[in-house]
């Protein structure tokens, strides 16, 4: 069955830090990739996404490729701020009628000023 | 236009009574997900619904757990017999109707958050 790998976590880092959070799947298909982010007491909400191989999804100045070659969708941002802190999750679906999301298990960011 | 919306946002339940979690998607939304996510995990999908159908129960456990999303009114996710191990988060997102080929976003919902005691 499909999988979504995140790297270990939690994550702290200073204000205006370079941040790479590490994503590799497994799926029997062509998935679509995702990231969503997790405000503390909230709901998920979609951060960026990205179709197909090499496509780019980007958001918010965070970025992540698609890269078929290797499986992965690393989520990156050149300068985090603290309103970054958060759980960001790392998910796969299909298109189709049925659009069930898998997920990572999830890496909190703590983004301290 | 409203977002999804969950209630109760928290539910305390006993070992043994039963949990009945409320999601009404965003208007013009007409499929349901419901996800779960333990303490330390990611959300785990249960179960995709349309008005009247269950599409996909195949992350429902086998017992205890039902859901339904009528022609009017929100969707239910209930919980009967609660044990401790049911204590989590559960998280509903709704997407549009539309064209099998087409990826449509699932907009989630703040969850609600099931304590078992």
């Known amino acids: 069955g499909d999988s979504v790998t995140q790297m270990e976590g939690p994550v702290t880092l200073s204000e205006e830090a370079f941040l790479t959070i590490n994503c590799t799947y497994t799926a029997t298909g062509y998935p679509s990739l995702f990231w969503y982010v997790q405000y503390p007491g909230e709901g998920l909400q979609l951060l960026l996404k990205a179709t197909k191989a090499d496509d780019k999804g980007s958001n918010k100045g965070f970025e992540a490729t698609y890269r078929k070659e290797t499986t992965s969708f690393h989520l990156e941002k050149g300068s985090v701020q603290v309103s970054d802190s958060a759980v960001y999750f790392c998910a796969l679906s299909y298109t189709g009628a049925n659009s069930k999301l898998t997920f990572g298990k999830g890496i909190t960011l703590s983004v301290r000023p | 236009n409203a977002g999804v919306m969950q209630n109760p946002r928290h539910l305390v339940r006993r070992r043994g009574q039963e949990a009945r979690l409320r999601c009404s998607p965003m208007?013009?939304?007409?499929?349901v997900y419901w996800y779960r996510q333990l303490p330390e995990e990611g959300l785990k999908f249960m179960v995709y619904?349309?008005?009247?159908?269950?599409?996909?129960e195949s992350g429902m456990p086998k017992e205890r757990f039902s859901a339904e999303f009528p022609k009017e009114g929100p969707s239910i996710l209930r919980i009967q017999q609660v044990v401790r191990g049911d204590s989590a988060a559960y998280f509903c997102a709704s997407s549009p109707p539309g064209h099998s080929r087409v990826l449509y976003e699932q907009y989630f919902g703040p969850g609600t958050r099931l304590t078992v005691t």
């Open positions: 619904l349309q008005k009247e159908n269950i599409i996909d």
């Open positions: 208007k013009g939304h007409s499929h």
